[in-house]
């Protein structure tokens, strides 16, 4: 089985390993550009790349795939059947055509189409989530559905980790389909109900800005979507502050666990955004000397690491010894 890879980043890179790991034929590689990163602007290949030259297997980069000149060389490459993973670009009917395209998406199809589905599965508060792999057509994510696997968000997942954990998972699933096809079965698949469908656009720096009148779970649950990037921040006396990590606040010497919501409402006249004084803390039950507790629209939050401009990210009993925050409100309006 003679197969096409398309794919650029690490998500794609780990397909594409395990692919090869598993001895199926590669044949070929299409990955976006090398592009340049980090302050000083190095032009640096994507991570599907790096591992494609590694086992010396033929790359191609094109800006655009839908060009006649690519169209022309993957009909000359002959292959079987065409893998994508996180490619960055819709292959149009030309390609299509060709062979069938069967791509990894890191959501349970129809929910979440689109560039983000890990983090906006997170943001969302949502139990579970998985990967689906569906059989391309010309819509953004649109196609049949030939196989899906789902695993529980834990309430400690970021994006980082569950994206790890997505990835195994799509290795997993993409060798079962791969294995039937090779089997003689066709790739058909079951058409998705697009009543069900949402969307997950391309993440921005905004998306990483807290709203202190939501409740203090779905606040964590933007903080662990949104880590590594873009991260969360608010407004500090006319600075961007990042809140790297943080977790719901749970008063007394309960068992830890997770809230869904279940917050302390009481919040004692005080404003979404406000940061309790030392006594409010000690009240609640909290560390005065330690911890950052925030009023929120559903409970109260607390900013377990924190970092301002030019600055190390510090935990919040550091934080507190250089900018002690107790009574002061975030946000845009404090």
């Known amino acids: 089985m ?4 398309m794919g650029t980043p690490d998500f794609a890179g780990g397909i594409l390993r395990s692919l090869l790991d598993g001895g ?4 070929a590689v299409y990955t976006q550009p090398d592009r340049p990163q980090g302050r000083k602007a190095i032009l640096t290949p994507p991570p599907v790349k790096v591992i494609a030259q590694q086992h010396n297997i033929p790359v191609y980069q094109p800006v655009r795939i839908r060009r006649d000149r690519w169209v022309g060389l993957l009909q000359e490459q002959k292959p079987d ?3 994508v993973a996180a490619f960055g670009q819709i292959l149009p009917k030309s390609i299509l055509d060709i062979a069938p395209c069967v791509n990894v998406h890191t959501s349970l199809l129809p929910r979440y189409r689109g560039s983000s589905p890990i983090q906006r599965a997170i943001a969302s508060g949502d139990a579970e989530t998985g990967v689906t792999i569906m059989r391309l057509d010309e819509g953004m994510d649109t196609g049949n559905i030939l196989r899906k696997e789902t695993i529980p ?4 997942d970021t994006g980082e980790s569950l994206f790890e954990k997505l990835a195994v998972l799509g290795q997993k699933a993409l060798k079962t389909v791969l294995d039937e096809f090779a089997a003689g079965e066709e790739l058909v698949g079951t058409p998705q109900d697009p009543e069900l469908a949402t969307y997950a656009p391309m993440l921005s720096r905004e998306d990483g800005r807290l709203d202190f009148t939501r409740s203090a779970w779905l606040l964590d649950c933007q903080i662990r979507a949104f880590t590594p990037w873009p991260s969360t921040y608010t407004m500090y006396d006319g600075k961007v502050l990042k809140i790297l990590a943080g977790r719901v606040f749970k008063s007394g010497t309960g068992a830890d666990g ?3 919501g ?3 409402s009481d919040s004692a006249g005080r404003a979404c955004g406000q940061i ?15 911890q950052i507790l925030v009023q929120t629209g559903d409970g109260l939050l607390e900013l377990l690491t924190l970092q301002l401009p030019g600055k190390k990210p510090l935990p919040s009993d550091v934080f507190l010894r250089g900018c002690p925050l107790w009574g002061k409100t975030l946000g845009d309006n404090p």
């Open 153 to 156: 968000i834990e309430d400690t």
């Open 2 to 5: 003679r197969i096409v890879f």
């Open 276 to 290: 309790l004084t030392q006594d409010e803390v000690r009240e609640t039950g909290g560390n005065a000397g330690k």
């Open 81 to 83: 059947i065409i893998v």
């Open 258 to 260: 997770a809230f869904k």
């Open 24 to 27: 199926y034929d590669v044949i």
């Open 262 to 264: 279940e917050t302390d």
